[in-house]
Structures are given as C-alpha cells and as structure tokens.
C-alpha cells in the first residue's frame, strides 16, 4: 500500500514541477532571447540568437529546480490536501514521517536529474553557445578569433595573445622566474598551439636568458614545451565559472591553488551548486508541511503566491551570501551551504508542529 502511495505522491510532484518549470524556462528564455536582440550585429541574427537561447535553457533549468521542485510540490500536494487525499493517506495509517520520506523520493528523482544537467549537458552547452556568439558577434569564423590571457605555470608566466576554441594562440610570451622570483628569462614564438599530448608547439621561438655573467639568446625554428597548462585547464581558465562542470571546477581549483592563485570565486560556486542541488530534495519535504496548514483549504493562487515568496527569498540570500562572500573573504562553503541549512531547519520545525 505504502508503494501504492509512493508512486501517487511521485506521479503528482513531478508532474506538477514539470509544467512549473516549462512556464518558467519559457518566461526565461523570452527574457534571454530579448536581451541577446539588442546584442545583433555582424554575423550575430536572430536565428543565432534563437540557438543561443536554446543553448542557455538547459543551465537555466538547473538554476531554477529548487524553485521550481518547491512550487510544483505546493502545487501538487496542495490540489491532493484540498481534495482530502493526504487525510485519507494518514486515516491509512501513514504518518506524516512515512509521508515525508515518501516525497522526499520525489525530490531525490528531482536531485539526480538536476545533477546530470548540471554537469553533463548545462555547461558544455552553456560554453558552446558563449563561443558560438562571441565569433559571430566578432564576424570571424575561420579560427583567428580569441581572446588573450594570462596564465601562470610554477615560476612561469604565459602571456597569450589569441586563445580559440581550437587552441590556436598566435604570438605567445614567455616570462620564467627563478627561486626568488628574479627574472630569469624571456621568450617569444610567433605561433603557439596544444597538440594531442598536451605538449605546447612554439614556432619562430626566441628565448632571452639572463646568466651572472651576460645575456644569452637561443632561438629555435620549432620548441616544443611541457607546460603544466593543458587543453581542458586552458578552456577552464577561459570559461564562465557557469560553462564549468563540477569536475571542471574541481580540476581547475586544484590548479589555482597549486600556483597560489586566488580561487575563491571557483570554490564558491562548486559548494553553491552543490548546495542548490541538494536542496531540491529539501523543497517537497518543505512544500508538505505547509499543505498540512491553512493552504490545505486555500486555492492554487495562494500556493503558488507562497512558493514563489519562498523561492525568491532562498535564491536571493544564496545569490547574496555567495557574492559577499568573495567581497568580505568569507568562508565559501560555509556562505554557500547556509540558506540551505536554514531552510532544513526550517521545514524540520514545520514538520514537528504537524499534528
């Protein structure tokens, strides 16, 4: 009996949360799509805006499942309280901890879908889309487009001046320090690539060394150079934090503190989107406290007048918490995880005060 119900709780929140989070997925990418038409130029059109924001809505999904899981939780619960069927559930013998663990099912489901989009298909998607506009806002699509940067290798500093999608740098300089962070040397190559091993092809190379005794310049047709920057460290440390994976976030936090660089910003958001994913499951558990109070007579415009009440004010204290966080030098997993304890504490003391 009790699967019975199990499936009846999972079939009405999901059902509910589904069609909460297409009405807001498309409100968010109308929003995004008239944003990026004030952005057309060049090779830059609409169609490419319209593939653009269709490339953005899996991340923006990911974004909104703790609002939307609570909204559609309130909504689904809310229309099965008003018609008595939660009253029936418990007059079978189930309790409002059997009811609990039974939605909280609902929001596990909710928390492996999120998870996967998030790290399997947001942020390759949400990259692709960023390059994909930047070159035809650029009006270059035959490889010379790209960005330069700064990266740090050890004693070595890289300075490139075109990074691409493919890898392709151009003019590349190299600046090596010694122990004591002493000049030792620096190099120029006209062209710079990445090939498969992820060993670094400088062309046209010329090295400037700085000895006790004089200057010394080598200078080499080809040099092929292992650099501790590869490919997927490169792409991270010209990435959005959002185009990253957590694995991505991962990797590329263990780089930056290998190099005592600040990575604050990266650490932050890894430990928000944990912390956001794991409150989706939080947000079914929250959403049948309140059907057992006043909105199990109220209408669907009070549920979701809630929801949306309690959703915004999670998203905004999270969205601020993270970014004081970087600003004051707080600790980040600490900023990123407590609204999420909070709203645990809160649908806990919710749930004791059901009858």
């Given at each position: 009996?009790?699967t019975i119900?199990g499936?009846?709780?999972?079939r009405a929140?999901?059902?509910?949360?589904?069609l909460v989070?297409?009405?807001?997925?498309?409100?968010a990418g109308l929003?995004?799509?008239i944003?990026?038409l004030?952005?057309i130029?060049?090779?830059?059109?609409t169609?490419?805006?319209?593939?653009?924001t269709?490339?953005?809505l899996?991340g923006?999904?990911?974004e909104?499942?703790p609002?939307s899981a609570?909204?559609g939780s309130?909504?689904?619960?809310?229309a099965l309280?008003a018609?008595?069927?939660i009253?029936?559930?418990?007059?079978a013998?189930l309790?409002?901890?059997?009811?609990?663990?039974?939605?909280?099912?609902?929001g596990?489901v909710?928390?492996?879908?999120?998870a996967?989009?998030?790290?399997?298909?947001?942020?390759?998607?949400?990259?692709y889309a960023?390059?994909?506009r930047a070159?035809a806002?650029?009006?270059?699509a035959d490889?010379?487009?790209g960005?330069?940067?700064?990266?740090k290798?050890g004693p070595?500093?890289?300075?490139?001046?075109?990074v691409?999608?493919e890898?392709?740098?151009?003019?590349?300089?190299v600046?090596r320090?010694?122990a004591?962070n002493?000049?030792d040397?620096?190099a120029?190559a006209?062209?710079a690539g990445?090939?498969?091993?992820?060993?670094w092809?400088?062309?046209?190379f010329r090295?400037?060394?700085?000895r006790?005794?004089?200057v010394?310049?080598?200078?080499?047709p080809v040099?092929?150079?292992?650099?501790?920057?590869n490919?997927?460290?490169?792409g991270?440390?010209?990435?959005?934090?959002?185009?990253l994976?957590a694995?991505?976030?991962?990797?590329?936090?263990?780089?930056l503190?290998?190099n005592?660089?600040?990575?604050?910003?990266?650490?932050t958001?890894?430990?928000?989107?944990?912390?956001?994913t794991v409150?989706?499951?939080?947000m079914?558990v929250?959403?049948?406290?309140f059907?057992?109070g006043?909105?199990?007579?109220?209408?669907?415009?009070s549920?979701?007048v809630?929801?949306?009440?309690?959703?915004l004010?999670y998203?905004l204290?999270?969205?601020t918490l993270?970014?004081?966080?970087q600003v004051?030098?707080l600790?980040?997993a600490l900023?990123a995880?407590?609204?999420?304890i909070?709203l645990?504490v809160v649908?806990?003391?919710a749930?004791t005060r059901?009858?």
């Amino acid at each position: 009996m009790n699967t019975i119900f199990g499936q009846y709780l999972l079939r009405a929140i999901l059902t509910s949360t589904a069609l909460v989070l297409v009405v807001l997925l498309a409100l968010a990418g109308l929003i995004e799509f008239i944003a990026q038409l004030e952005d057309i130029r060049n090779d830059y059109d609409t169609p490419q805006a319209i593939l653009y924001t269709a490339l953005r809505l899996p991340g923006l999904a990911f974004e909104m499942l703790p609002v939307s899981a609570l909204i559609g939780s309130l909504l689904g619960l809310g229309a099965l309280a008003a018609k008595s069927e939660i009253v029936v559930m418990r007059s079978a013998g189930l309790s409002v901890r059997g009811l609990a663990g039974m939605v909280a099912w609902a929001g596990l489901v909710m928390l492996v879908v999120a998870a996967l989009v998030g790290e399997f298909i947001g942020p390759p998607l949400d990259y692709y889309a960023r390059n994909m506009r930047a070159e035809a806002r650029s009006g270059q699509a035959d490889g010379r487009f790209g960005n330069e940067t700064w990266v740090k290798d050890g004693p070595v500093y890289l300075h490139l001046q075109r990074v691409n999608p493919e890898f392709e740098f151009g003019s590349l300089y190299v600046f090596r320090f010694d122990a004591e962070n002493r000049l030792d040397a620096i190099a120029k190559a006209e062209n710079a690539g990445i090939d498969g091993d992820d060993n670094w092809r400088l062309e046209n190379f010329r090295e400037t060394q700085f000895r006790d005794d004089g200057v010394q310049v080598i200078t080499r047709p080809v040099a092929i150079e292992s650099f501790g920057v590869n490919t997927e460290m490169l792409g991270s440390a010209m990435a959005r934090t959002s185009s990253l994976s957590a694995r991505g976030l991962v990797s590329f936090i263990g780089y930056l503190e290998r190099n005592n660089l600040d990575a604050r910003a990266y650490t932050t958001e890894l430990w928000y989107r944990i912390a956001r994913t794991v409150s989706i499951m939080i947000m079914p558990v929250l959403a049948l406290a309140f059907v057992f109070g006043s909105l199990r007579s109220g209408g669907a415009g009070s549920r979701l007048v809630i929801g949306v009440v309690i959703g915004l004010a999670y998203y905004l204290a999270s969205e601020t918490l993270a970014n004081s966080g970087q600003v004051f030098n707080l600790n980040p997993a600490l900023v990123a995880w407590l609204p999420t304890i909070v709203l645990l504490v809160v649908t806990m003391l919710a749930l004791t005060r059901v009858r």
